[in-house]
């Protein structure tokens, strides 16, 4: 297996002048630039005093100056431990501590955040801990040894006594022997419990890229918009680092993904392929494509012979448009959670070019995906890597659901300073335990049915899979987003009414709960007995969710 960082020396090489990264709107880094760049921080590591191996802490918004800070640190062979922008301050101090790391390069939002009286004292109590720094400039936002503002200031008159003639391509050198050697920490977003530190080698990412490269062919001078949080292991390697090993663009979406400013950019970007979770296609598909094809006269048309193809290609036409024209090539790539059902059937139905993957940070991240034109509609894809295997942890592995495990080369070495969690994490035999529950067909195709730990067991042992339900729920016309959970007296649908829905009916709310309570015990009808609802409680703000938009279950009870 080819170490990452050797691809990432190549498409430097071969890529010198072609720009590499943008700020979607605002500034463009050249490959060139983005090499030049990174050798300015390998002199701050330097004169810093920190050794290869130890950890540097990443704490921004998204930005083509993240991706570069993230690429100085694994290619000095330190530790990049990326912190998420949307933890809180004292999570972020705490992290920094937690990890060991040396530096902490931040961005000025962030750091605008940190409540400087109460968290960037406790900073100052770190061993060997050197201070925190502007990503954007290299400016000095906190001299935490005394040392670090003198060095900063001393970076131009380094760089260019080293490189008097400036920086070319001879100069670049990421290509690494020890591919088993720690890169990343990353520290999960978590849905149900405290972040922990997963271990991520040089051969985890490698695995990752190169699948990537194989499956999803990408050519220099391809553009991408880059959307997802780059601190999460699926933005950061799928949105990232793969496609710039292939000399691609990257544009990066520095705003939150409003869908009326993201399809702007998507208009402008023409990207190859988009990744993004199903919630944001979810909320496009609602707004754009369903009120269109569920008039009564759509839905005579689309059962006449011969005109469903015609209005089916002409909605697809417009979508892969509205998408920038070129998505067809690499896909719509789903990932994260569960795509809604209908969606998904008009998704299939109008053969729009896109396929759900399936993984997890301790992967690195994916374990399975299948390219558009062989997706199988319900399924997350199939086993993705030639070097990791996956098993259902079930007697019959095709029709009763098990726990997903996997072990291979993607998966991690264990939590950073946690024996504890990384020992229940792994079976006595060696394998992860994803916590989640599916089914492999013959073909190798993952069916999710659920989280093992929202599994809910009623008194008379059935296995119920809330997210199954969750989904029937979802459809209801008046319904933004539901979680179904288990209390003393059967099962309870926690609601977000879909306010736009809600407002252009024209209902009370007395008349909303009676709606949706009414639409509940039609829907009671299709499942069987131990899966019924037996209430329903309405929730006027929208469920907290994590980075990657996945609801915070733990929250509600």
């Given at each position: 297996m080819k170490h990452f960082l050797s691809y990432v020396d190549e498409a430097i090489k071969a890529n010198w002048e072609r720009s590499a990264l943008s700020n979607y709107g605002a500034n463009t880094y050249t490959y060139k630039d983005v090499a030049s760049e990174i050798e300015k921080l390998h002199i701050l590591f330097e004169k810093c005093g920190i050794a290869k191996g130890e950890k540097i802490a990443l704490c921004a918004r998204n930005s083509a100056e993240w991706c570069i800070s993230y690429f100085a640190i694994v290619s000095y062979d330190a530790v990049c431990v990326p912190l998420l922008a949307d933890f809180l301050p004292q999570n972020i101090a705490d992290l920094t501590r937690l990890s060991d790391s040396r530096l902490l390069l931040v961005d000025k939002s962030i750091f605008g955040g940190l409540e400087r009286e109460k968290i960037v004292p406790q900073f100052a109590g770190f061993a060997d801990f050197v201070g925190l720094v502007d990503i954007c400039g290299l400016n000095v936002l906190e001299d935490c040894n005394g040392k670090l503002t003198k060095i900063t200031s001393e970076i131009g008159n380094a760089y260019a006594r080293i490189y008097p003639k400036g920086l070319t391509p001879a100069d670049v050198n990421y290509a690494k022997e020890d591919i088993e050697a720690l890169a990343v920490i990353s520290y999960t977003s978590g849905t149900s419990s405290s972040p922990k530190g997963v271990m991520l080698t040089a051969r985890s990412i490698s695995s990752n890229v190169e699948f990537a490269r194989t499956h999803i062919p990408a050519t220099a001078g391809d553009t991408i918009l880059s959307i997802l949080p780059l601190a999460h292991i699926f933005g950061q390697i799928f949105d990232f680092v793969y496609p710039f090993t292939c000399g691609c663009h990257i544009n990066i979406f520095t705003e939150k993904p409003i869908p009326a400013r993201l399809l702007k950019a998507l208009a402008d970007v023409k990207p190859y392929?988009?990744?993004?979770?199903?919630?944001?296609?979810?909320?496009?598909?609602?707004?754009?494509?369903?009120?269109?094809?569920?008039?009564?006269?759509?839905?005579?048309?689309?059962?006449?012979?011969?005109?469903?193809?015609?209005?089916?290609?002409?909605?697809?036409?417009?979508?892969?448009?509205?998408?920038?024209?070129?998505?067809?090539?690499?896909?719509?790539?789903?990932?994260?959670?569960?795509?809604?059902?209908?969606?998904e059937n008009v998704m299939k139905m109008i053969k729009?070019?896109?396929?759900?993957?399936?993984?997890?940070?301790?992967?690195?991240?994916?374990?399975?995906?299948?390219?558009?034109?062989?997706?199988?509609?319900?399924?997350?894809?199939?086993?993705?890597?030639?070097?990791?295997?996956?098993?259902?942890?079930?007697?019959?592995?095709?029709?009763?659901?098990?726990?997903?495990?996997?072990?291979?080369?993607?998966?991690?070495?264990?939590?950073?300073?946690?024996?504890?969690?990384?020992?229940?994490?792994?079976?006595?035999?060696?394998?992860?335990?994803?916590?989640?529950?599916?089914?492999?067909?013959?073909?190798?195709?993952?069916?999710?049915?659920?989280?093992?730990?929202?599994?809910?067991?009623?008194?008379?042992g059935q296995n119920i899979y809330p997210e199954e339900i969750e989904d029937l729920v979802n459809q209801l016309p008046l319904v933004m987003e539901s979680i179904i959970v288990g209390r003393k007296h059967g099962l309870v649908a926690i609601v977000v009414p879909n306010a736009d829905a809600v407002a252009e009916a024209g209902i009370s709310e007395v008349e909303l709960k009676k709606n949706i309570e009414e639409s509940l015990f039609e829907l009671n009808a299709k499942l069987p007995v131990y899966s019924k609802i037996t209430a329903c409680e309405l929730k006027k703000e929208p469920f907290e969710k994590t980075p990657k938009l996945s609801i915070k279950r733990f929250m509600y009870k």
């Open positions: 392929m988009f990744l993004t979770v199903p919630l944001l296609i979810e909320k496009i598909f609602r707004a754009k494509v369903m009120p269109q094809l569920q008039t009564k006269l759509m839905r005579v048309l689309l059962h006449i012979p011969g005109l469903k193809g015609v209005i089916c290609n002409k909605v697809r036409a417009k979508l892969v448009a509205t998408f920038g024209g070129n998505v067809a090539k690499g896909g719509i790539i789903l990932g994260g959670a569960a795509l809604n059902k209908e969606v729009l070019p896109y396929s759900v993957g399936y993984g997890m940070t301790e992967c690195g991240p994916l374990l399975s995906y299948k390219r558009w034109q062989d997706f199988v509609i319900r399924s997350c894809g199939a086993v993705a890597h030639p070097g990791v295997e996956i098993r259902i942890d079930s007697e019959k592995p095709s029709r009763i659901p098990g726990e997903i495990q996997a072990r291979g080369a993607s998966v991690m070495s264990g939590y950073y300073k946690n024996e504890e969690a990384t020992k229940a994490t792994f079976t006595s035999d060696g394998w992860l335990k994803t916590g989640d529950m599916g089914l492999m067909d013959k073909h190798e195709n993952i069916f999710i049915k659920g989280r093992c730990k929202n599994m809910i067991l009623t008194a008379n």
